[in-house]
């Protein structure tokens, strides 16, 4: 921006008016006397001429008409020097407005920008979302077995506690359930374990599944029945046909009992030695964490438990249960690497039976697999 300087323009001018009289002074003299000048100028008042001396405007002297155009330069340099500064502040004005114009406009994106800002998102998102589909997912199944162990743990119990017995034999569930076996079924003792069962388990509700002791195609029955999908294969079943009761929060859960519990072919002695206790397996439960729905597979919303002497319901292949089972489990290592085998997605052998044990006794409550 050219910036103009007032006082160079000032002191030429100045000099170029003010270094003679002639011809010059008359016409100064005569545009000096213009009456609108003088209302628009106003008095001169005192000014310096270029030889020194001061002379005032009301002073009607021929000097006045030799400096006239002197005092008139004068006050018309002043008036110029303003109108200099109105310029330049008015275009210094109009600048600050116009920076602070563009500095308040807002970013703008192009359309460019915007898609290819998109197409990251989309990337990002089709890479992580399937895994954070899966933890919920996981988190959900975790959250429900823990409720349905809760809730078989708190039914037996009371069970035992009510009818005031210390073996799970001398129970009255006991007595009627152990006679329906599995391929043996019938509706009367079907109804009488019923009514025990909906008495200690939330008032729950017979599923028959007579129609179902037929069939054989895990198509029919999976879904339908206490089979479910095995975890490493899901092209093959695995279950029994047990009575399945319907609990009221959409849970079904189907309960087998031996006709006798069984005892570890183990001393006493050689199982506190690896750190257990003595069990005796009464039977086995199976629990659905959401009914019929899918994905009616083990290891995921399918668990299978053992139910033993003392009432307790614990993870089949747990700690307990396999130092029963034989010496061969007795370190902890070899019934760790037992538990991981049997509940291992990846491998087309694993059933998925030992996956409460894996989730309870060795993750913390995590399902890592």
Same mark, same amino acid.
């Given at each position: 921006?050219?910036?103009?300087?007032?006082?160079?323009?000032?002191?030429?001018?100045?000099?170029?008016?003010?270094?003679? !009289?002639?011809?010059?002074?008359?016409?100064?003299?005569?545009?000096?006397?213009?009456?609108?000048?003088?209302?628009?100028?106003?008095?001169?008042?005192?000014?310096?001429?270029?030889?020194? /001396?001061?002379?005032?405007?009301?002073?009607?002297?021929?000097?006045?008409?030799? +400096?006239c155009h002197c005092a008139l330069v004068a006050q018309s340099l002043s008036l110029v020097s303003e109108g200099l500064d109105g310029v330049q502040s008015k275009k210094m004005?109009?600048?600050?407005?116009?920076?602070?114009?563009?500095?308040?406009?807002?970013?703008?994106? +192009?359309?460019?920008?915007?898609?290819?800002?998109?197409?990251?998102?989309?990337?990002?998102?089709?890479?992580?979302?399937?895994?954070?589909?899966?933890?919920?997912? *996981?988190?959900?199944?975790?959250?429900?077995?823990?409720?349905?162990?809760?809730?078989?743990?708190?039914?037996?119990?009371?069970?035992?506690?009510?009818?005031?017995?210390?073996?799970?034999?001398?129970?009255?569930?006991?007595?009627?359930?152990?006679?329906?076996?599995?391929? +043996?079924? +019938?509706?009367?003792?079907?109804?009488?374990?019923?009514?025990?069962?909906?008495?200690?388990?939330?008032?729950?509700?017979?599923?028959?599944?007579?129609?179902?002791?037929?069939?054989?195609?895990?198509?029919?029955?999976? %879904?339908?029945?206490?089979?479910?999908?095995?975890? %490493?294969?899901?092209?093959?079943?695995?279950?029994?046909?047990?009575?399945?009761?319907?609990?009221?929060?959409?849970?079904?859960?189907?309960?087998?009992?031996?006709?006798?519990?069984? *005892?570890?072919?183990?001393?006493?002695?050689?199982?506190?030695?690896?750190?257990?206790?003595?069990?005796?397996?009464?039977?086995?439960?199976?629990?659905?964490?959401?009914?019929?729905?899918?994905?009616?597979?083990? !290891?995921?919303? %399918?668990?299978?438990?053992?139910?033993?002497?003392?009432?307790?319901?614990?993870?089949?292949?747990?700690?307990?249960?396999?130092?029963?089972?034989?010496?061969?489990?007795?370190?902890? /290592?070899?019934?760790?690497?037992?538990?991981?085998?049997?509940?291992?997605?990846?491998?087309?052998?694993?059933? %998925?039976?030992?996956?409460?044990?894996?989730?309870?006794?060795?993750?913390?409550?995590?399902?890592?697999?």
């Open positions: 921006m050219l910036v103009l300087n007032r006082e160079v323009i000032f002191m030429k001018l100045k000099f170029l008016s003010c270094i003679g !009289g002639g011809a010059h002074s008359n016409d100064f003299e005569l545009f000096c006397g213009d009456e609108k000048i003088t209302k628009k100028l106003g008095h001169f008042g005192f000014v310096k001429l270029h030889n020194g /001396e001061n002379i005032s405007n009301s002073r009607h002297s021929e000097r006045k008409r030799n +400096t004005k109009l600048n600050m407005q116009a920076d602070a114009h563009n500095a308040s406009r807002k970013a703008a994106f +192009t359309l460019a920008e915007v898609l290819i800002t998109l197409g990251i998102i989309g990337v990002v998102a089709a890479l992580t979302l399937p895994s954070l589909v899966a933890n919920y997912k *996981k988190s959900q199944y975790v959250n429900g077995l823990k409720a349905g162990y809760s809730i078989l743990n708190n039914g037996f119990r009371q069970m035992m506690a009510e009818e005031g017995v210390d073996d799970i034999e001398d129970t009255e569930l006991f007595a009627v359930i152990k006679a329906v076996g599995s391929d +043996t079924d +019938t509706v009367a003792s079907e109804q009488a374990a019923a009514k025990v069962i909906s008495k200690y388990f939330q008032k729950a509700r017979l599923i028959s599944r007579a129609d179902l002791i037929t069939k054989s195609s895990c198509k029919d029955l999976v %879904g339908k029945g206490p089979r479910m999908w095995n975890l %490493g294969d899901k092209t093959q079943c695995s279950g029994n046909y047990n009575m399945q009761y319907a609990l009221p929060n959409g849970m079904t859960m189907s309960i087998y009992l031996h006709d006798t519990c069984s *005892k570890s072919s183990l001393s006493e002695a050689e199982i506190a030695a690896a750190g257990g206790k003595m069990t005796k397996d009464c039977g086995m439960i199976d629990l659905d964490l959401n009914g019929e729905r899918n994905p009616n597979q083990w !290891g995921r919303d %399918g668990y299978r438990f053992t139910l033993i002497q003392n009432g307790s319901v614990v993870p089949m292949y747990g700690k307990d249960e396999l130092i029963n089972l034989r010496s061969s489990y007795f370190t902890s /290592e070899a019934r760790e690497n037992y538990i991981k085998e049997n509940c291992n997605p990846k491998s087309t052998t694993s059933k %998925g039976f030992s996956c409460a044990a894996r989730i309870i006794e060795l993750d913390n409550w995590e399902m890592k697999y």
